[in-house]
């Protein structure tokens, strides 16, 4: 079967702009749509995460508009990102989608079951919480002093946003950039500056938004976090898993932003489950 390592990287146009993606696993069933976090273009996914679902799946991951290898720029809202993965699932030809959103994925995939209920069979939101939640405002700060730590000891920030920092964290944070390394061809383009600070507008201006009513979204979702969420705070999980009607919350113990790339080896089988109803 062709994996994460080996899929390549293919591009479609919508009105103009090329839209990189890749995709892997069985093409019959409802795909299983990846949007990623901040920062994040497709090799920034867990390949065993990816890998996982689609043994079972057909999994579509790509860049959205102003992302990686796909053109124009970054929009500074969420709003106008779910428009844009709507377009691009729509441009694949596809009228219903489960989706996975990690983080402003996550927040990107209520936009979309939002704007486009019909569109949206099921959903996983890991890491991510809903527009409005408290505290937002102190994202540019955390990811600021992230990047300060990150470039004193010259590893990722990833190592001090996604994982805590004691020996579990650690060595959850040396193997998941081992995977991520596992691709070494056809690779995506670097997150652009551009790009990067307008989704960090997006997520702060989404934290001070009035709160959706996330009641309107009847799709049953899984919600997954650690425990200790750096980036979106852990009971904003909860209190979305609250809101939203047909909805399971998973929290994964001593872990943070990155609790299901941590724990994957529970959360993938969990996933299947979920998405097998």
Same mark, same amino acid.
């Given at each position: 079967?062709?994996?994460? @390592? /080996?899929?390549?990287?293919?591009?479609? *146009?919508?009105?103009?702009?090329?839209?990189?993606?890749?995709?892997?696993?069985?093409?019959?069933?409802?795909?299983?749509?990846?949007?990623?976090?901040?920062?994040?273009?497709?090799? /920034?996914?867990?390949? #065993?995460?990816?890998? $996982?679902? *689609?043994?079972?799946?057909?999994?579509?991951?790509?860049?959205?508009?102003?992302?990686?290898?796909?053109?124009?720029?970054?929009?500074?809202?969420?709003?106008?990102?779910?428009?844009? !993965?709507?377009?691009?699932?729509?441009?694949? $030809?596809?009228?219903?989608? /489960?989706?996975?959103?990690?983080?402003?994925?996550?927040? &990107?995939?209520?936009?979309?079951?939002?704007?486009?209920?019909?569109?949206?069979? @099921?959903?996983? +939101?890991?890491?991510?919480?809903?527009?409005?939640?408290?505290?937002?405002?102190?994202?540019?700060?955390?990811?600021?002093?992230?990047?300060?730590?990150?470039?004193?000891?010259?590893?990722?920030?990833?190592?001090? +946003?996604?994982?805590? @920092?004691?020996?579990?964290?650690?060595?959850? !944070?040396?193997?998941?950039?081992?995977?991520?390394?596992? #691709?070494?061809?056809?690779?995506? #383009?670097?997150?652009?500056?551009?790009? $990067?600070?307008?989704? +960090?507008? *997006?997520?702060?201006?989404? $934290?001070?938004?009035?709160?959706?009513?996330?009641?309107?979204?009847?799709?049953?979702?899984?919600?997954?976090?650690?425990?200790?969420?750096?980036?979106?705070?852990?009971?904003?999980?909860?209190?979305?898993?609250? #809101?939203?009607?047909?909805? @399971?919350?998973?929290?994964?113990?001593?872990?943070?932003?990155?609790?299901?790339?941590?724990?994957?080896?529970?959360?993938?089988?969990? &996933? +299947?489950?979920?998405?097998?109803?």
């Amino acid at each position: 079967m062709t994996t994460w @390592r /080996d899929t390549p990287t293919k591009t479609i *146009a919508i009105d103009g702009t090329p839209f990189a993606y890749r995709e892997l696993g069985d093409t019959s069933g409802v795909p299983v749509v990846f949007l990623h976090h901040f920062t994040a273009v497709l090799d /920034d996914w867990d390949p #065993r995460v990816i890998d $996982g679902i *689609a043994a079972q799946h057909h999994v579509i991951a790509f860049d959205n508009r102003g992302v990686g290898a796909t053109g124009s720029s970054v929009p500074n809202n969420l709003e106008h990102m779910g428009a844009d !993965a709507i377009a691009f699932i729509s441009a694949l $030809g596809y009228e219903q989608v /489960d989706l996975f959103g990690f983080s402003l994925g996550g927040a &990107v995939a209520q936009m979309i079951a939002l704007q486009a209920p019909d569109l949206v069979r @099921r959903m996983v +939101l890991a890491g991510t919480g809903p527009r409005g939640g408290g505290g937002i405002w102190k994202m540019p700060f955390i990811v600021g002093g992230a990047y300060a730590k990150a470039l004193a000891t010259r590893k990722d920030p990833r190592h001090f +946003l996604f994982f805590p @920092r004691n020996a579990e964290g650690k060595r959850a !944070a040396k193997e998941y950039f081992a995977r991520l390394a596992e #691709r070494t061809q056809d690779l995506d #383009r670097p997150i652009s500056r551009q790009a $990067g600070l307008a989704q +960090l507008r *997006a997520i702060t201006s989404g $934290g001070l938004h009035a709160p959706d009513d996330l009641a309107t979204i009847k799709v049953p979702v899984l919600v997954a976090n650690g425990d200790h969420d750096l980036m979106v705070a852990s009971e904003h999980s909860a209190d979305m898993a609250r #809101r939203l009607p047909d909805a @399971r919350l998973i929290v994964y113990p001593n872990s943070g932003h990155g609790g299901v790339f941590q724990h994957h080896q529970e959360f993938v089988p969990e &996933v +299947l489950a979920f998405l097998a109803g």
